[in-house]
């Protein structure tokens, strides 16, 4: 299927996975989506997801335990040209107040970004925007957990900062050992977090160690584990 790369963004309690493939020539940022399709991975087969307004792609970025999908689609080759969809039962419904859907929970709850790039929530039929942290911009909600948890990461000065979103209050996930950027990912029921943390050396950006420890942030069971970031991989190419 993906000649030129695949890559999972979201997976269940059944181990299904959903992600994106291009089949053909690798996509970079700045260019059209076309070639790429959404994929849904269950008991050994692969499914291919392609929204039918997305003429020039189809990414899947989360998956819940009911099966349901979310996603973004593209019809055309700028940046902002496309929208972002939910599949559920074999139907594809737009989601009209998002530009890029990245997580859903079990209760049908969706993050994502909205159409001006704030970030949004969708809950009922109502679309939420949250504002930023205090001081910060660019927030990027990437999942949400059945307690209406949401993990992301946002930007603050010239760093950016992974944060856990809970009854309305900010905190922050930043790996101890890092120093670099750092960007929270998937959540799950028991509010653990995974992440990727980077170290600055000299001024390069260095991925630390997928193997590190669990660490504590004064929340209990959260945890940044070394983690290959989900974040603004709508935008970015298969590799």
């Given amino acids: 299927m993906g000649i030129y790369g695949t890559r999972p963004s979201g997976i269940n309690n059944s181990g299904q996975i959903v992600g994106v493939y291009s089949d053909t020539a690798p996509i970079t940022a700045t260019s ?3 070639g790429q399709h959404g994929f849904l991975y269950s008991s050994g087969t692969f499914t291919t997801l392609n929204d039918p ?23 055309g080759s700028c940046g902002g040209c496309g929208g972002a969809f939910l599949y559920s039962n ?13 997580g859903i929970n079990d209760l049908g709850q969706i993050v994502g970004l909205g159409l001006s790039g704030q970030a949004v929530l969708y ?47 900010y905190t922050n996930i930043d790996f101890p050992l890092g120093g670099g950027p750092n960007f929270a990912g998937g959540i799950n029921n028991m509010s653990q977090i995974v992440g990727s943390a980077y170290s600055n050396d000299n001024g390069s950006t260095t991925p630390l160690p997928a193997a590190l420890p669990l660490f504590a942030t004064g929340l209990g069971a959260l945890g940044l584990l070394g983690w290959h970031r989900k974040r603004k991989a709508y935008a970015s190419p298969l590799s």
């Fill in 32 to 34: 059209t989506t076309n």
């Fill in 53 to 75: 307004l997305g003429i020039y792609g189809t990414q899947a970025h989360g998956i819940n335990n009911l099966g349901q999908i979310v996603g973004s689609y593209s019809t």
């Fill in 90 to 102: 074999g139907v594809y419904m737009t989601l009209v107040g998002m530009a890029y859907a990245l």
């Fill in 123 to 169: 809950s009922n039929g109502i679309y939420t925007t949250l504002n930023d942290p205090p001081g910060g911009f660019g927030t990027e909600p990437i999942d949400i957990n059945n307690l209406g948890q949401i993990s992301g990461s946002y930007t603050y000065g010239n760093a950016s900062h992974g944060f856990l979103y809970s009854n309305g209050i």
